[in-house]
T-cell receptor, first 115, second 112 residues
Framework: AQSVTQLDSQVPVFEEAPVELRCNYS??????LFWYVQYPNQGLQLLLK??????LVESINGFEAEFNKSQTSFHLRKPSVHISDTAEYFC?????????????FGEGTQLTVNP | IAGITQAPTSQILAAGRRMTLRCTQD?????MYWYRQDLGLGLRLIHY???????GKGEVPDGYSVSRANTDDFPLTLASAVPSQTSVYFC???????????FGSGTRLTVV
């Protein structure tokens, strides 16, 4: 079984400041790692994912996440946030080579970017 | 546009009534899921289907049922709604491990 812990339920920051949303996971098998974003009154959208290879993965809107196997973490970072980044962010994992592809989600981190 | 369609978008339902939430995908994904999202509790899996003709229980299946007669449709039925089923319900689909999920826009259900 897998579990995901998002260490901060709410992260308030000012516009143009850097931000880090923390995610730790626990699993007895190798996993794929994902970050999803949910804007108000919308469904979740895939932001980025780590499957294999380079441990640093990037999204098209400036977010990046680094897989750290020894610390079982997959923290999400952005060097300079915009008001439009205000949303809830979910970290998720799924086991490799499992029947089906069920994701286990963290409880989410609400990022609020203030002017 | 390829994706998942959920209906209705929102609904107010009297307790004790039966309700079916609809979910249709046009991506030919094998796996489909139903989650509920509640403040402070994140996303909780209700039921899933790895392929047409099969279904399984998630972590909060009580009071809900699903069917998967074909690849595209995965309806969720509340046989007799209770106020604790007030929530936002999301349907999702996946093309397999490593692909992640595609989510629908959700159904906001209020049981009164």
């Amino acid at each position: 079984a897998q579990s995901v812990t998002q260490l901060d339920s709410q992260v308030p920051v000012f516009e143009e400041a850097p931000v880090e949303l923390r995610c730790n996971y626990s699993s007895s098998v190798s996993v794929y790692l994902f970050w999803y974003v949910q804007y108000p009154n919308q469904g979740l959208q895939l932001l980025l994912k780590y499957l294999s290879g380079s441990t640093l993965v990037e999204s098209i809107n400036g977010f990046e996440a680094e897989f750290n196997k020894s610390q079982t973490s997959f923290h999400l970072r952005k060097p300079s946030v915009h008001i439009s980044d205000t949303a809830e962010y979910f970290c998720a994992v799924s086991p490799l080579r499992a029947s089906g592809s069920r994701l286990t989600f963290g409880e989410g981190t609400q990022l609020t970017v203030n002017p | 546009i390829a994706g998942i369609t959920q209906a209705p978008t929102s609904q107010i339902l009297a307790a004790g009534r039966r309700m079916t939430l609809r979910c249709t995908q046009d991506m030919r994904h094998n796996a489909m899921y139903w989650y509920r999202q509640d403040l402070g509790l994140g996303l909780r899996l209700i039921h899933y289907s790895n392929t047409a003709g099969t279904t399984g229980k998630g972590e909060v299946p009580d009071g809900y049922s699903v069917s998967r007669a074909n690849t595209d449709d995965f309806p969720l039925t509340l046989a007799s709604a209770v106020p604790s089923q007030t929530s936002v319900y999301f349907c999702a689909s996946s093309d397999g491990p490593g692909y992640g999920y595609t989510f629908g826009s959700g159904t906001r259900l209020t049981v009164v």
